[in-house]
Nanobody
Framework: QVQVVESGGGRVQAGGSLRLSCTVS????????MGWFRQAPGKEREGISC????????YYAGSVKDRFTISRDNAANTLTLQMNSLKSEDTAMYYC????????????????????WGQGTQVTVSS
């Protein structure tokens, strides 16, 4: 059974940090491109960071670049998003998504390419 489970969300003050994790099972994680997305109330879902399966190239939305860091541990089937210098506008539900195996088409910040999603974890940043 394919599963993607996010954890690590919570409430933090502006300027603080959170570390999100995404643990997967039921598929060969090392062959999957992984992405982090978020959706705030009343807004469209936004691709914020992704990491490819082949080479581990990383990409970031301009809104989080230099503040967030994505990484993957293939041995542990885990994707991580380190979020620093959090702002109130980072408040959203954060989702982990997977696309594969060995997918090479499209850009990994495009949510349309993903076919496996987690349930999300809430991040609330208070100012």
């Amino acid at each position: 059974q394919v599963q993607v489970v996010e954890s690590g969300g919570g409430r933090v003050q502006a300027g603080g940090s959170l570390r999100l994790s995404c643990t997967v099972s039921g598929f060969r994680f090392e062959y999957y491109t992984m992405g982090w997305f978020r959706q705030a109330p009343g807004k469209e879902r936004e691709g914020i960071s992704c990491i490819t399966w082949n080479g581990g190239d990383t990409y970031y939305a301009g809104s989080v670049k230099d503040r967030f860091t994505i990484s993957r541990d293939n041995a542990a089937n885990t994707l991580t998003l380190q979020m620093n210098s959090l702002k109130s506008e980072d408040t959203a539900m954060y989702y982990c998504a997977a696309k594969g195996p060995r997918y090479t088409g499209g850009h990994c910040l495009d949510d349309a390419m993903y076919n496996t999603w987690g349930q999300g974890t809430q991040v609330t940043v208070s100012s």
